[in-house]
């Protein structure tokens, strides 16, 4: 197993000023930007970095950062747009929030290096509007490196020039999906496009755009001042670095620990966040947000990178894990995610906007023990029949849950079919 | 037009709309500003919004009916969100929401008759390692018009709605 102790982001915690510039410089911060803009290396450069680090994108998809970044087009007259992806909301999910009250300026850093590397003079950090601390944490972390000159004209004199700008969302899951935050940002209803062209061709107001996460921003400067292959070497084959993992649910300890990719999950659960409450054993978790399916508590010995989850037919996603005991009835918390879905489908794809009620109706009727028509294959076929067949991943993401539930725990479920009660819970 | 922005308000609008290529852009964090502003989002505000920012009304309408934190009729002082997505529905968050409903004798979305509390259940909140969680926004409140409370229990949620009401009688 790698070296378990090494920490990046969440290295200075326990500093209680690290969210301001003077706590964060006085832990080495800004050393990355300097060294790029003062030590001669080049945009060209500080991408190679990110691309020999194998640093897999934080928000869910595991796409490598810097080939992303490489999607730009080499010439254009128009200006390029960096976003950040700050709508953390996927269900489960609590960690891109610690960054940005926390640590907000390893963000601000990532994001000027980030810009200098794709030659872009403007980013916007699109912050889900319900976390106002976060706004707020952001927003000064902006203001006190704009006075310093890390930010603005001319940066540290090296004649970069870059600006920052704070958007906060509305409240809407679906602009987490980054065509829509880029339609969300421009002023319209978070409803998403049609890819291609993919943003880094035509994105924000029409012009080339690459959407990053939060976290995998803020790894950038420790990647920049240790090269990429030191943080590459921290993680496992393909997956390189650390990453920020969340467990919650039924645990002794629910929190977040920053550990290298590939940590299995069984030490997170076990060690780290103490194991089970109390003496009720461990039933299923769902490893990286709502829209992964569940494993059983037989499967926890598992390697947590993005090829792993997968080939157990589910995904790391987001890499916070909610872990739920014996007693949880799995229809009820299926029923749970799919209001969720159902609440937050922009409505523009028939498959998704009706079969998300559909499939949520269907499995509130089960949770109560009715029969349903067509009994447990007609979850299967609403869920067939939403997959694949949106513009976004959103309708995806409802239905794959379902089938993993269906699929891990068939058996419990069957068992509601015209019971005419929870046969779980009392 | 009969609405009108207060100095700070004004002064808030213009740096918002210096970040952005094109005015229409600005419309998100503009509605939040009108609603801080205005209590609530109404269609007067709503064409208030669209002149300033050369947004014809109905593309306006189309935003604030989108997102879920544009109020479109008036709320209570506090708006009490109880979040019941998965981690908090594994740790108590629906028996708070049962709770609430009980104790400030309204419904999902519902205001009380005093106009004090409007409760609501949400989505998740970003708070699952210390679930179960409740948002209370208090548009009095300049500094932290959105709060999270965070590590709920019956208990403790039943003793913040005491604090919030004791806060609302003194007009804190």
């Known amino acids: 197993m790698k070296n378990l102790d090494v920490k990046i982001l969440t290295k200075h915690l326990d500093d209680p000023t690290l969210h301001t510039l003077s706590g964060y410089e006085s832990h080495g911060g800004y050393g990355g930007l300097r060294k790029a803009l003062k030590g001669g290396m080049t945009p060209e450069k500080v991408h190679e970095e990110v691309k020999a680090a194998n640093l897999r994108g934080r928000g869910g998809a595991g796409f490598p950062a810097g080939i992303k970044w490489g999607f730009l087009p080499k010439q254009t007259e128009k200006p390029v747009y960096l976003v950040v992806n700050a709508d953390e909301g996927e269900p489960g999910t609590f960690k891109d929030r610690l960054i940005m009250e926390r640590n907000p300026h390893s963000l601000i850093e990532g994001c000027l290096l980030a810009c200098w590397a794709i030659k872009s003079k403007t980013c916007y950090i699109y912050i889900r509007g319900e976390l106002f601390k976060s706004y707020k944490h952001v927003e000064q972390a902006i203001d006190e490196a704009r006075a310093k000159g890390y930010i603005g004209r001319n940066i540290l004199g090296s004649g970069f020039d870059c600006e920052i700008y704070p958007h906060p969302g509305a409240g809407a899951y679906i602009c987490g999906e980054e065509m829509a935050l880029i339609e969300s940002l421009e002023g319209k209803p978070g409803q998403p496009r049609n890819k291609p062209p993919f943003p880094a061709v035509v994105g924000l107001f029409g012009c080339p755009t690459i959407v990053n996460n939060v976290e995998t921003l803020a790894y950038v400067p420790w990647i920049v001042e240790n090269g990429g292959q030191a943080y590459a070497d921290l993680g496992c084959e393909r997956n390189g670095g650390l990453k920020l993992w969340g467990v919650s649910g039924h645990v002794k300890r629910p929190g977040l620990y920053e550990l290298p990719m590939g940590v299995p999950m069984r030490y997170l659960i076990e060690e780290c966040a103490g194991g089970m409450r109390g003496k009720v054993p461990m039933k299923g978790v769902i490893p990286g947000g709502s829209s992964c399916p569940p494993l059983l508590a037989s499967e926890i010995d598992i390697a947590l990178d993005f090829e792993s989850l997968k080939q157990a037919n589910s995904m790391l996603g987001t890499g916070c894990l909610t872990v739920f005991e014996e007693g949880v009835c799995t229809v009820r918390l299926a029923s749970r995610i799919a209001h969720f879905y159902e609440h937050e489908s922009c409505g523009q794809c028939t498959p998704c906007r009706e079969g998300t009620g559909w499939l949520h109706r269907n499995i509130k009727k089960l949770e109560h023990g009715e029969h349903l028509e067509g009994g447990l294959g007609l979850l299967e076929s609403i869920c067939n029949r939403i997959l694949g067949n949106t513009i976004c991943a959103l309708g995806d993401a409802a239905a794959m849950p379902i089938q993993g539930f269906l699929q891990r725990f068939g058996d419990e479920w069957a068992a509601h079919l015209g019971a005419g009660r929870c046969p779980v819970e009392a | ?172």
């Open chain 2, 1 to 172: 037009m009969s609405l009108a922005f207060s100095e700070n308000a004004q002064r808030r609008f213009d740096l918002i709309v210096g970040r952005y290529p094109n005015l229409q852009a600005a419309l998100l964090p503009v509605l939040h500003l009108a609603q801080a502003e205005f209590g609530h989002v109404s269609p007067e505000v709503m064409d208030f919004v669209g002149h300033l920012l050369g947004v014809p009304p109905i593309k306006v309408q189309q935003v604030a009916t989108f997102y879920t934190m544009y109020n479109l009729a008036p709320v209570g002082r506090f708006h009490v969100q109880v979040c019941t997505n998965i981690a908090c529905y594994l740790t108590g968050g629906k028996e708070i929401l049962c709770h609430l409903k009980q104790k400030l004798a309204v419904e999902n979305k519902g205001t009380t008759a005093d106009g004090v509390f409007t409760l609501e259940e949400v989505e998740c909140l970003a708070a699952c390692g210390t679930a179960p969680a409740i948002q209370v926004n208090d548009p009095h409140d300049p500094e932290w018009p959105i709060a999270y409370h965070e590590n709920q229990t019956v208990a403790s949620a039943d003793a913040l709605i005491e604090r919030l009401r004791a806060k609302a009688g003194s007009n804190g």
